[in-house]
């Protein structure tokens, strides 16, 4: 119910309308919701409409922490 | 696909496992409930329940729409259905529930959709209706996938009265609202929405206020994974009162197993710490305001119900929305005088306990017997967020010990 996925805007049409990107799938959406999307923004989608846009860096972020605290272990783990 | 196939990566999720085993205390437990379906399913699904330390215990939440929507609800749409003649659209998920026996006119000459759920012990059982039961005796009812489809519908359809029942937290509240805008300033003269959208935040205050978790200690809650995509809309601030009120830690987190297992991270530290802050592991989409576009919207359209019933929690003050009186023509309930009927749950079901974090999925007697994906008797077999029927996917094998074959 709560499912939602990131796609990448790849136009803007009228009255709040947008296509996306799915993982090669087409489709169109609504982007009343989101206003400052722009074209190859990735945006969340949930029942056809974004509700949210996704920032790059930050996901950047979040991966670069995932595998500094891995490596963080495996170091930690060879010292013990 | 991009921003999913990285936060699925079975070597950093084996990392984060090592790093949480070196972290937690082993001279205590901790239990942490997952508010939301979503997460449910993800702990599941990739199997982190596996890669968790013994003594960390997750507790599903009540966070499945379709599993906190009261039978008295379905009821409703039901009635609406069979009995008024409007085409009602929904979305996929709430097609099975089931529903009372008593909604609709009897079947005739026995139901057609019969065969497993015959099996059912009486009371539930084959006479209990679902809105895919009532499609089979003849209502008009379409499964939709937004909101706009149903508005769509409408316009197609003048002659019919079409009602979309709208369920769901906060994540789905916005297209809703946007819906009945949009029929308001078209004009739309015979569509309706029947709101059931419910509040995230008075739940979770309803479960730290609740008597298992206050008085009895019997669900021990140390902190909370805080929900991704109601996160989106809302932003991270609505939970800083119950950490700082209720002393417990939250980590909103995303849906995809890294996420979850990082958030769960951050919750030993912070229990480890004394600290009880709102941390935010979902930075890549949610932030403290969260979507003003999509809240402006909700407000404007929608405004607070003072109470609500909650399948497995029962009424909980201020915990849903209603349609402003503004869009009284598009309020399903004003427009055909609806009142709300509550219904007992089924005797042995014990989807209200589960929702709590009170019961296990296998604490159930009808769990996995009469009560499956296929012919669900309780709403937390429904949707594949619910905390059964993920247990049912993904777990039921892990109950039965190995043997060795002789």
């Given at each position: 119910m709560c499912l939602a996925l990131p796609a990448r805007i790849v136009a803007l049409a009228d009255a709040d309308q947008a296509v996306v990107d799915l993982g090669g799938v087409r489709k169109s959406i609504s982007v009343a919701l989101t206003p400052e999307a722009r074209v190859g923004d990735y945006v969340i989608v949930h029942v056809g409409h974004a509700i949210g846009l996704l920032d790059a860096g930050e996901a950047e972020r979040t991966l670069a922490l995932f595998a500094e605290m891995a490596a963080q272990q495996a170091q930690e783990g060879r010292a013990a | 696909m991009k921003y999913v196939d990285e936060f699925r990566d079975g070597a950093v999720a084996r990392g984060l496992a090592e790093r949480l085993a070196a972290e937690v205390d082993p001279a205590r437990t901790y239990s942490f409930m997952e508010f939301c379906g979503g997460h449910t399913h993800a702990i599941s699904r990739y199997g982190i329940a596996e890669l968790l330390p013994k003594n960390v215990r997750m507790v599903h939440g009540p966070g499945c729409p379709v599993c906190v929507l009261p039978i008295g609800r379905i009821d409703q749409a039901i009635a609406l259905a069979l009995d008024r003649g409007v085409m009602l659209c929904t979305y996929g998920d709430v097609m099975r529930v089931p529903a009372s026996a008593s909604a609709g006119p009897p079947p005739a000459g026995g139901d057609p959709l019969g065969g497993r759920a015959a099996q059912a012990p009486r009371g539930l059982s084959s006479e209990s209706l679902s809105l895919m039961r009532a499609k089979a005796r003849g209502a008009d009812i379409r499964m939709v996938y937004s909101a706009a489809d149903a508005l769509k519908l409408a316009r197609e359809h003048p002659d019919r009265e079409v009602v979309f029942l709208a369920i769901g937290f906060e994540t789905t509240t916005p297209p809703t609202a946007l819906v009945?805008?949009?029929?308001?300033?078209?004009?739309?003269?015979?569509?309706?929405?029947?709101?059931?959208?419910?509040?995230?935040?008075?739940?979770?205050?309803?479960?730290?206020?609740?008597?298992?978790?206050?008085?009895?200690?019997?669900?021990?809650?140390?902190?909370?994974?805080?929900?991704?995509?109601?996160?989106?809309?809302?932003?991270?601030?609505?939970?800083?009162?119950?950490?700082?009120?209720?002393?417990?830690?939250?980590?909103?987190?995303?849906?995809?197993?890294?996420?979850?297992?990082?958030?769960?991270?951050?919750?030993?530290?912070?229990?480890?710490?004394?600290?009880?802050?709102?941390?935010?592991?979902?930075t890549r989409a949610v932030t403290r305001d969260g979507n003003l576009a999509a809240q402006q919207i909700v407000s404007a359209v929608l405004e607070l119900r003072t109470s609500f019933e909650w399948r497995g929690l029962g009424e909980v003050p201020y915990s849903a929305l209603k349609i402003r009186p503004a869009f009284a023509a598009f309020d399903a309930e004003k427009r055909f005088g609806l009142t709300y009927r509550s219904v007992a749950d089924h005797k042995q079901c014990e989807c209200g306990a589960i929702l709590r974090g009170v019961k296990k999925p296998t604490d159930c007697k009808l769990f996995g017997t009469v009560c499956t994906p296929e012919s669900p008797m309780g709403s937390c077999m429904v949707s594949s967020e619910g905390a059964c029927a993920a247990h049912y996917s993904y777990g039921r094998f892990r109950d039965i010990p190995v043997v060795a074959a002789t």
């Amino acid at each position: 119910m709560c499912l939602a996925l990131p796609a990448r805007i790849v136009a803007l049409a009228d009255a709040d309308q947008a296509v996306v990107d799915l993982g090669g799938v087409r489709k169109s959406i609504s982007v009343a919701l989101t206003p400052e999307a722009r074209v190859g923004d990735y945006v969340i989608v949930h029942v056809g409409h974004a509700i949210g846009l996704l920032d790059a860096g930050e996901a950047e972020r979040t991966l670069a922490l995932f595998a500094e605290m891995a490596a963080q272990q495996a170091q930690e783990g060879r010292a013990a | 696909m991009k921003y999913v196939d990285e936060f699925r990566d079975g070597a950093v999720a084996r990392g984060l496992a090592e790093r949480l085993a070196a972290e937690v205390d082993p001279a205590r437990t901790y239990s942490f409930m997952e508010f939301c379906g979503g997460h449910t399913h993800a702990i599941s699904r990739y199997g982190i329940a596996e890669l968790l330390p013994k003594n960390v215990r997750m507790v599903h939440g009540p966070g499945c729409p379709v599993c906190v929507l009261p039978i008295g609800r379905i009821d409703q749409a039901i009635a609406l259905a069979l009995d008024r003649g409007v085409m009602l659209c929904t979305y996929g998920d709430v097609m099975r529930v089931p529903a009372s026996a008593s909604a609709g006119p009897p079947p005739a000459g026995g139901d057609p959709l019969g065969g497993r759920a015959a099996q059912a012990p009486r009371g539930l059982s084959s006479e209990s209706l679902s809105l895919m039961r009532a499609k089979a005796r003849g209502a008009d009812i379409r499964m939709v996938y937004s909101a706009a489809d149903a508005l769509k519908l409408a316009r197609e359809h003048p002659d019919r009265e079409v009602v979309f029942l709208a369920i769901g937290f906060e994540t789905t509240t916005p297209p809703t609202a946007l819906v009945i805008r949009q029929a308001a300033a078209e004009n739309v003269g015979n569509f309706s929405v029947l709101c059931n959208h419910v509040l995230t935040p008075s739940a979770i205050t309803h479960i730290l206020e609740s008597p298992e978790v206050r008085e009895y200690g019997t669900v021990p809650i140390d902190g909370f994974v805080g929900p991704a995509h109601v996160s989106i809309v809302i932003g991270a601030a609505p939970y800083e009162h119950f950490a700082e009120e209720y002393r417990k830690p939250v980590v909103i987190a995303g849906f995809e197993p890294l996420d979850v297992m990082q958030a769960i991270v951050m919750l030993v530290r912070q229990v480890n710490d004394g600290r009880t802050e709102v941390e935010n592991e979902f930075t890549r989409a949610v932030t403290r305001d969260g979507n003003l576009a999509a809240q402006q919207i909700v407000s404007a359209v929608l405004e607070l119900r003072t109470s609500f019933e909650w399948r497995g929690l029962g009424e909980v003050p201020y915990s849903a929305l209603k349609i402003r009186p503004a869009f009284a023509a598009f309020d399903a309930e004003k427009r055909f005088g609806l009142t709300y009927r509550s219904v007992a749950d089924h005797k042995q079901c014990e989807c209200g306990a589960i929702l709590r974090g009170v019961k296990k999925p296998t604490d159930c007697k009808l769990f996995g017997t009469v009560c499956t994906p296929e012919s669900p008797m309780g709403s937390c077999m429904v949707s594949s967020e619910g905390a059964c029927a993920a247990h049912y996917s993904y777990g039921r094998f892990r109950d039965i010990p190995v043997v060795a074959a002789t």
